[in-house]
């Protein structure tokens, strides 16, 4: 299995207490996802996030529809969560999100593990499957920005993949 690694971190002039609270409501995944992907939350809503939680989605990408189930697998309220599929699109995906105080207020940093399926046979499809992600994580980090009301100007970002 060939694991590759996507990196995303936003820093913005808000405190953890702030913004960790967005990040810890389920709903929110909806709105820093882009369109396109067509991302619902079918668990029964509200979801209470904490270590064990399961978390049902449905999205679609090229047209084709798929359910993906993710389990929060670490939940330190404040400071990170891991979120790992149990069934979706990836042979593996390991999500570690991170909050981090700053002296300009708060560090947000995604960094995911994950492995494409049918490997190594698929790994022709890696540059289509790197391009889309780093689209979704730069989506998302100028969603945050503006769902805060921020200004991009003040909140240096980046996605490495």
Known sequence: MIVHHVTAE?????PVERVFPFFAEA???ERI???ELRF???SDTPVHIKQGTLIHYQLSLYGISFRWISHIAKWEPGRSFVDEQVTGPYRLWHHTHEFEPTPRGTRIRDTVNYAIPFSPFSELGFPIVRWQ???IFSFRQRQVI???GLSENHCPW???V
């Open 146 to 148: 503006t769902l805060f």
């Open 33 to 35: 996802t882009p369109p």
């Open 27 to 29: 709903n929110n995944l």
């Open 40 to 42: 619902r939350i079918i």
């Open 133 to 135: 992600l780093r689209k």
């Open 10 to 14: 936003l820093e913005v002039p808000l």
């Open 158 to 160: 980046h996605v490495t």
